[in-house]
């Protein structure tokens, strides 16, 4: 018999409240994903109040592609200083809190988090030349100023 595995809840819905300013992004159901918690998953986002969350699957080739063009350098760019990366398997688990505006379809999905609620996302990998472009434009969309890309120009 399978031992019980505490579990998990990421909070889905089409009003996520914004932080700070809890402004709605329109009606919609909230859902609860449940995952299999494996690790503690505290996050302070008192540090870092911007998160670039991955959704990702270990056997898809986008999410490979960006491990392999991105990943290594993404922590020292103006965009991962400014939205350090939280990885999470498409099948969780899930750190607590988190409030997304739907449920991840696609790997790679991005979704810029501001204490846990989603403000943006990018689905599927768009490619090196285009990758951080795109996340910039969702942090000044955010209001952090950050220009740039990989190595801020």
Known sequence: MPSAVPRRSVLLTGAAALAGGLAAFGPGPVLAIEASHIAPDRIDWRVAPMRLLMVEARDCDESAAWRR????????????RAAPLLLVDFGG?????????????VTPTFVLLRRGMELDRIEGY???QFFYPRVAA??????TGVEGGRSGG
């Open 126 to 128: 768009p490619g090196e």
């Open 69 to 80: 063009q991105i990943g290594g350098g993404y922590a020292a760019s103006p965009v991962g």
């Open 138 to 143: 969702m942090l000044r969309k955010a209001g």
């Open 93 to 105: 688990p899930w750190p607590d809190g988190i409030v997304l505006g739907r449920r991840p379809n």
